[in-house]
């Protein structure tokens, strides 16, 4: 039977957390958004309160040739030590071997070790079960808080899970908000559920469409991709982003709602552009019949005041993507729009969840993530456990 978090008493053991601390540096190594880390700090304050040790492993950027200074997660010590004063933080300079045992075998309940990137050794991830092993010896609890890998079979995300009893390994309290609130919404959606799904590329979002399809009430398409499903119905779309080679499947995906009986919404307008740039002339026109040489670059004011209602009718949200390239400020007032029907719809009793890596973004940019029910720190891992897949980060704690 799993164990949860709150299920196990950490006093005397020694906690081998994976965490993502996979954060953005500059050039001088100082880290620019320490989003993820304060992410974990309640998993790591709660072990210690408790009279455990904690041993941290996570991995940084993409080394290619084992250890590389930059990828080095000593650059985050310092700032750990900050969010984390009264807990005195070791390094070991290598996250197997002789060290890292020692420090690891020393460690006193209330101190935490940090352990040097996984991802130096090829074997984290190829899920190597002899490293895993080695990585297992460090601690007597496994605890999964990295939400952010969790689509990935590693050692340290998964492989490792073999080495600890069922009651020894557990989710971290980040890991079990993110799971819970991505199932609630893909299993337990109270209804009118509204998906709305934004973003660049149909191709992306195909297999999310899909799941969505079995379960959604409304499905709201906006961003880019909007306008491959607007050419699939032989509409003109000027210069808008297409995928030629996903038309029949944008059709084939408009047919299966119509069947399923699931309401798919496109926006009807479009605030256009003659360039892809902030200073491009703008305009605002019907999606439908975009004229040559323009381009879709945000939905229209008319799309806003659709989607809005059809957001307000709801009782479950889950937004991923923006609405258009919000990251220009003249095509920013339909993600915006959005953002703030979100949070009006929560306000009124919804349950909203926001992930995928833009949407996230924009939620934060327009100062709303306090007003929707759950941000997912999950980028990748997100997306495939709304395609439906299995996670292996999460298998790996459940499993017998
Ligand atoms: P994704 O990573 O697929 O969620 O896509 C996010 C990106 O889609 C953002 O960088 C947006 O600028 C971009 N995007 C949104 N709407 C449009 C659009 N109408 N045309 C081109 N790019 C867009």
Same mark, same amino acid.
């Given at each position: ?7 196990i008493s950490f006093q005397q053991e020694k906690a081998l957390v ?26 790591i304050?709660?072990i210690l309160?408790q009279g455990g040790a904690v041993i941290l492993m ?32 070791k390094?070991a ?7 890292a045992n020692e420090l690891a075998a020393t460690l006193q309940p209330g101190e935490i070790l940090l352990l ?19 990585l297992a010896k460090l601690g007597t609890v496994w605890v ?19 080495f600890f009893?069922?009651?020894k ?81 944008? !059709? @084939?995906? /408009?047919?299966? *709602? #119509? ?10 307008? =479009? ?61 920013? !007032? @339909?993600? /915006?729009?959005? *953002? #703030? ?10 349950? =909203? ?48």
């Open positions: 039977m799993q164990g949860s978090f709150s299920s994976r965490v993502d601390f996979n954060v953005p540096l500059d050039a001088q190594q100082h880290i620019t958004d320490d989003t993820r880390i304060r992410a974990a700090l309640p998993t304050q709660q309160v996570s991995h940084l950027g993409r080394p290619k040739e084992g250890p590389a200074e930059k990828f080095s997660l000593k650059h985050l010590v310092v700032h750990l030590q900050q969010l984390l004063p009264s807990s005195p933080i390094f300079p290598d996250c197997i071997g002789k060290e040097e990137n996984l991802r130096f050794y090829k074997e984290e991830e190829k899920g190597d079960v002899e490293f895993a092993k080695k999964n808080d990295a939400f952010g890998t969790a689509h990935r079979a590693h050692a340290s995300t998964a492989v490792i899970a073999q009893p069922s009651e390994r557990v989710f971290g309290l980040l890991m079990e908000a993110e799971v819970a609130s991505a199932s609630r919404v893909i299993h337990k959606a109270t209804k009118p559920f509204v998906a709305i799904i934004g973003g660049a590329k149909v191709s992306d979002k195909i297999l999310i469409i899909e799941n969505l399809l079995e379960r959604a009430t409304d499905i709201i398409i906006g961003g880019g991709m909007a306008y491959t499903f607007w050419k699939a119905q032989g509409k003109m779309i000027g210069s808008s982003l297409c995928e030629e080679d996903r038309l029949e499947l944008a !059709a @084939g995906l /408009l047919q299966k *709602a #119509k069947q399923r009986g699931v309401n798919i919404h496109l926006p009807v307008d =479009s605030t256009i552009a003659d360039k892809f740039a902030a200073d491009a002339t703008t305009s605002n026109c019907e999606s439908f019949d975009i004229p040559a040489g323009w381009m879709g670059l945000d939905i229209g004011q008319k799309a806003r005041i659709d989607f809005q209602e059809v957001i307000l009718s709801a009782q479950t949200i889950l937004w991923n993507g923006p609405m258009g390239v919000f990251e220009m400020k003249p095509f920013q !007032a @339909g993600t /915006l729009a959005i *953002a #703030k029907a979100v949070a009006d719809a929560t306000d009124k009793g919804a349950f =909203s969840l926001v992930g995928g890596g833009d949407s996230v973004a924009a939620v934060n940019q327009f100062g709303f993530a306090d007003r929707v029910s759950y941000v997912s720190t999950g980028g990748g891992a997100l997306l495939e456990y709304f395609e439906g897949k299995v996670l292996p980060g999460i298998a790996a704690v459940q499993q017998s």
